[in-house]
T-cell receptor, first 112, second 108 residues
């Protein structure tokens, strides 16, 4: 029983660089979600996909952020021109609509 | 948007003690989940409980959807129960909205 996986687990980058994260959901799940969590806060929704369609994007997702799920399987989240305020834990989750969401271990991003 | 508040924000217990964590939400929801976030940041599913009562070992949860609250009970706490507990609600089968969390420390 494989859960949600994310890669990399940690990323340190310099301000202004681009970064890309990957999420592999549980195989039978058609929905995939991205959340961001900063220190001391609960996770906040960024965007979600049903199969390959991106159905909703949060206002938190600025123009520097883009997410894809090209074949309805894994997803990537790219941040362009990173800023120090982007430092956070990026969490991915998956489910089948109407059922509980399962989370991956997260990618911790540090922008120096 | 919907507001989700948890209480207490912080809780310190001696090993073996019992506790109750509360989650209030401001609007009707389709689903509610309780999570335990371990020190490495992993969110561990505890309960998926839009209504009613469920039990799993030393943990149990009750959601009263008509009154817009949920309770998580931890009995005979252990040091491994330490961490942050989140409730999260879902409207219209979309995104989860997380509460503010309860930070629990269980001392030996």
């Amino acid at each position: 029983d494989t859960g949600v996986s994310q890669d990399p687990r940690h990323k340190i980058t310099k301000r202004g660089q681009n970064v890309t994260f990957r999420c592999d959901p549980i195989s039978e799940h058609n929905r995939l979600y991205w959340y961001r969590q900063t220190l001391g806060q609960g996770p906040e929704f960024l965007t979600y996909f049903q199969n390959e369609a991106q159905l909703e994007k949060s206002r938190l997702l600025s123009d520097r952020f883009s997410a894809e799920r090209p074949k309805g399987s894994f997803s990537t989240l790219e941040i362009q021109r990173t800023e120090q305020g982007d430092s956070a834990m990026y969490l991915c989750a998956s489910n089948t609509q109407g059922y509980e969401q399962y989370f991956g271990p997260g990618t911790r991003l540090t922008v120096t | 948007g919907i507001q989700v508040e948890q209480s207490p924000p912080d809780l310190i217990l001696q090993e073996g003690a019992n506790s109750t964590l509360r989650c209030n939400f401001s609007d009707s929801v389709n689903n509610l989940q309780w999570f335990h976030q371990n020190p490495w940041g992993q969110l561990i599913n505890l309960f998926y409980i839009p209504s009613g009562t469920k039990q799993n070992g030393r943990l149990s949860a009750t959601t009263v959807a008509t009154e817009r609250y949920s309770l998580l009970y931890i009995s005979s706490s252990q040091t491994t129960d330490s961490g942050v507990y989140f409730c999260a609600v879902e409207q219209s089968f979309q995104k989860l909205v997380f509460g503010t969390g309860t930070r629990l420390l269980v001392s030996p």
